[in-house]
């Protein structure tokens, strides 16, 4: 590694826009300033449809910004590293592979032999309790545990960087507190750091230790708080202790007010 | 969509669902809940019962009609022929041989050149339909041409076909592969365009290669459309072959067509084209079980399994 002391990630006046079919050129992420140190989690809050997931995208590499730098572990990104994971929104797991063969994937492509990629497939099936499915086929999977696929596909590669686009969002209340835990005890051991992009307020304090409240479309950065919660935290009792509402309240009047700009631009818009 | 593009589900074959047609609730749903699942097996016992039924007195009542009307003169029985003529020509086809040689051989020749055809238009149709829909330059210059082609009734190559290759399998053989090849490619190259977006990313994430994007997440995905294609493309390597052989052969079914044709034996045509369905009907169901290996993976749709 080059620069072991620089941050994870650091946009500067990152700006990224879309043609739409129609012609017309869409911002939807406009002078972004962002620094994630290492090891740290950091959370990405804001309206729905505001530009959250762009910014996850453009430090993937998977888009290149239209102006401005992204910078991953101090170099610019060119292209997909290989020292990131991705947790994607809908499942994005293979579904001709079995549970294995998808974990194994990662290693596979990068060149692991096979029985060194199907052992460290194992370990990590373990770690998110699947051991016992691993001959079935996505399908057969409850969306939880589909999940629980994904992120250990994610974690066997040991990525240095993990973004997470709204992962949690398509699972059910109970099963999402699960697996927000599930998350936080698997990253702890990793040292990763971490960008979580979510809408979900609660979330988002319970996980990060920082919380970046992005404006309505296109997207900047409008606010970052400190979560200075104590680790290690359980997700449903974090939730009730008297400062998690305190911070929760003096974050969402930064948040609420970006959220009903864009209801009323919405509201706009179908009139 | 172009016009051989087949994008309906393969239907299933009328004659075969008589092995697996309600899943009757095995898991009975507690006490007292028994007689009533029992009572839901007899009911679909039944339904299945009536409608075989119907389907044998149905396929009875239009033979017995047609050899009646031919027997007492309503149709011509020289021109129309009737069943028992045809059950007469198939035995004896059968039992003593074709004019050109055994009737085993002559299934044979149609057969050996239909899935050679087909093999090469399916590999020729995948090969380029995946490469067309993964890469851009290659479809925007090549997509108009393949348009004009596919525009083009393909079975008037036949005759073409027969001057460049002469009497052998060979013509049949082309004429089988441009059937075969244009439904094939269409749906691969459909298949490829329509790859999940988000599967892609991920595998780049993980680390793929564009190589292993395309092995890996591409033609897994594509396979599904590619095997739509399938079932509609072996009937096409067959019209190929006959249709090859009915203009000019030295062997094989469709010139047992001709043969009969130029004879005026009408029982013998309708004999080669009951001897083809069978064929047809064999290999469709071949294709139906290696689909179902090959597809373990995918969730069995609710109404697919009748």
Not at chain 1, 198 to 205: F, G, N, R, V
Not at chain 2, 227 to 241: E, N
């Amino acid at each position: 590694m080059s620069s072991n002391t620089s941050p994870a990630i650091e946009l500067r006046g990152t700006s990224k826009a879309f043609r739409t079919p129609s012609g017309a050129l869409h911002t939807a992420v406009r002078d972004l300033d962002l620094t994630v140190e290492r090891g740290e989690f950091v959370a990405v809050v804001g309206p729905t449809g505001c530009g959250k997931s762009t910014t996850l995208t453009l430090v993937s590499g998977l888009e290149e910004p239209t102006e401005g730098e992204v910078l991953v572990a101090g170099e610019p990104v060119s292209g997909i590293g290989d020292k990131i994971g991705f947790v994607f929104q809908q499942d994005a797991v293979f579904p001709w592979r079995t549970v294995l063969s998808n974990v194994m994937a990662g290693p596979r492509f990068r060149g692991v032999p096979k029985s060194e990629a199907r052992e460290r497939a194992r370990e990590w099936l373990a770690r998110v309790g699947l051991s016992s499915f691993e001959d079935r086929y996505p399908h057969q999977l409850s969306g939880g545990q589909r999940k629980r696929v994904a992120l250990a596909a994610t974690f066997v590669n040991d990525p240095e960087l993990l973004l997470m686009d709204e992962p949690f969002s398509a699972l059910d209340v109970q099963t999402r507190a699960l697996m927000s835990d599930e998350l936080l005890e698997l990253w702890a051991g990793t040292g990763a750091s971490v960008v979580f992009v979510t809408h979900d307020l609660e979330e988002s304090i319970a996980l990060a230790d920082k919380v970046v409240v992005m404006t309505a479309g296109p997207a900047t950065v409008k606010e970052v708080f400190t979560i200075d919660l104590p680790r290690p935290r359980k997700v449903e009792s974090v939730r009730l202790e008297p400062r998690f509402v305190e911070i929760y309240r003096e974050i969402w009047s930064s948040l609420g007010e970006e959220v009903r700009i864009t209801r009323e631009r919405g509201a706009a818009d179908a009139a | 969509m172009p016009p051989e593009t087949v994008a309906v589900p393969p239907a299933t074959g009328a004659g075969k669902g008589k092995g697996r047609a309600v899943r009757t609730g095995a898991a009975a749903d507690g006490g007292g809940g028994g007689e009533r699942t029992q009572a839901r097996a007899r009911a679909a016992r039944n339904h299945r019962i009536v409608v075989q039924g119907a389907r044998v007195l149905l396929l009875v009542a239009l033979i017995g009609l047609w050899e009646w009307m031919a027997r007492s003169a309503v149709i011509d029985p020289f021109n129309f022929s009737m069943p028992s003529k045809i059950w007469d020509q198939m035995r004896q086809w059968a039992l003593h041989g074709t004019p050109q040689g055994s009737l085993w051989e002559q299934i044979w020749y149609t057969l050996y050149e239909a899935l050679l055809g087909w093999i090469i238009g399916v590999i020729g149709g995948v090969v380029l339909g995946i490469a067309l829909g993964r890469i851009r330059f290659l479809a925007e210059v090549l997509g108009p041409y393949i348009k004009v082609l596919n525009a083009l009734p393909r079975i008037v190559l036949a005759p073409i076909f027969l001057i460049w290759f002469g009497l052998g399998p060979a013509s049949k053989i082309a004429s089988a592969v441009v059937l075969v090849f244009f439904p094939v490619f269409f749906n691969a190259f459909q298949g490829a365009r329509e790859v999940d977006r988000n599967l892609v990313s991920n595998a780049r994430i993980l680390g793929a290669s564009n190589r292993q994007v395309t092995l890996q997440v591409v033609i897994p995905s594509a396979t599904s459309w590619i095997f739509t294609s399938l079932h509609v493309s072996f009937g096409f390597a067959l019209i190929g072959a006959i249709v090859g052989e009915y203009i000019g052969a030295t062997k094989g079914l469709g010139l047992l067509v001709s043969a009969s044709q130029g004879t005026f034996n009408a029982a013998g045509v309708y004999a080669a084209m009951v001897i083809l369905a069978v064929v047809a009907l064999l290999a469709e169901g071949l294709l139906s079980f290696l689909e179902k290996r090959l597809f373990r993976w995918k969730p069995v749709e609710a109404g697919a399994e009748r």
